[in-house]
């Protein structure tokens, strides 16, 4: 069973829709993440969740919207894509934030959006 | 702000080596350092994570070490096979609970 799963897996689109990625982990983790890998494989945070609270909002454009409607899923929607929006997108969690507990996090096989 | 630097980018080495892989950080304030492993079109699998009260850990042929004073970790691949082949990334989880990752360093293990 995959413990931290994504979807899509690829997406393509054109600039300026709106589009929504989804992510669940089956882990019974507190904390979730959304990282963003660039075309040099930099990654970079941009959200974490702890039992549904936003507790890190990296400076991402607003355009971003993070939505945890529980503990075990974190949804990222995304407004007006543009082309600079083309990257790999990581979903993880870790059964705690790291100030209170040393558990490594488990990352999903990320999602490769394309802007055309 | 925290920089994690990783050297070297790339390394390629025969089978069977002994290797050694660099990460440093700018801020000591760490809670743990991780390493994780990348395998292309795939997500990141953790490897080992060093609290910051510990000085090293093991895993079969991977051992980590940690040096909070210097800001320095390595990560020691034993025996090198080519199913190490991968990028290998450390992160270190700091202020605020951010995770800060490395750029990376992309390992070839030729048979």
């Known amino acids: 069973d995959t413990a931290v799963s994504q979807t899509p897996k690829y997406l393509v689109t054109q600039m300026g829709n709106d589009k929504s990625i989804k992510c669940e982990q089956n882990?019974?983790?507190?904390?979730m993440y959304w990282y963003k890998q660039d075309s040099k494989k930099f990654l970079k945070i941009m959200f974490s969740?702890?039992?549904?609270?936003?507790?890190i909002n990296e400076t991402v454009p607003n355009r971003f919207s993070p939505k945890s409607p529980d503990k075990a899923h974190l949804n990222l929607h995304i407004n007006s894509l543009e082309l600079g929006d083309s990257a790999v997108y990581f979903c993880?969690?870790?059964?705690?934030?790291?100030?209170?507990?040393?558990?490594?996090?488990?990352f999903g096989d990320g999602t490769r959006l394309s802007i055309l | 702000k925290q920089e994690v630097t990783q050297i070297p980018a790339a390394l390629s080495v025969p089978e069977g080596e002994n290797l050694v892989l660099n990460c440093s950080f700018t801020?000591?304030?760490?809670?743990?350092l991780q390493w994780f492993r990348q395998d292309p079109g795939k997500g990141l699998t953790s490897l080992l994570l060093?609290?910051?009260?510990?000085r090293e850990q093991t895993s079969g042929r991977l051992n980590a070490s940690l040096d909070k004073s210097s800001g320095r970790s390595t990560l020691y691949i034993a025996a090198s096979q080519p199913g190490d082949s991968a990028t290998y990334l450390c992160?270190?989880?700091?202020?605020?609970?951010?995770?800060?990752f490395g750029s990376g360093t992309k390992l070839n293990v030729k048979p």
């Open positions: 992160a270190a989880p700091y202020n605020f609970n951010k995770f800060y």
């Open positions: 801020d000591s304030a760490i809670y743990n």
């Open positions: 060093i609290q910051s009260s510990q």
């Open positions: 882990l019974g983790h507190d904390t």
């Open positions: 969740y702890n039992n549904k609270e936003l507790i």
């Open positions: 993880a969690s870790s059964q705690a934030r790291p100030s209170i507990s040393n558990q490594p996090q488990h």
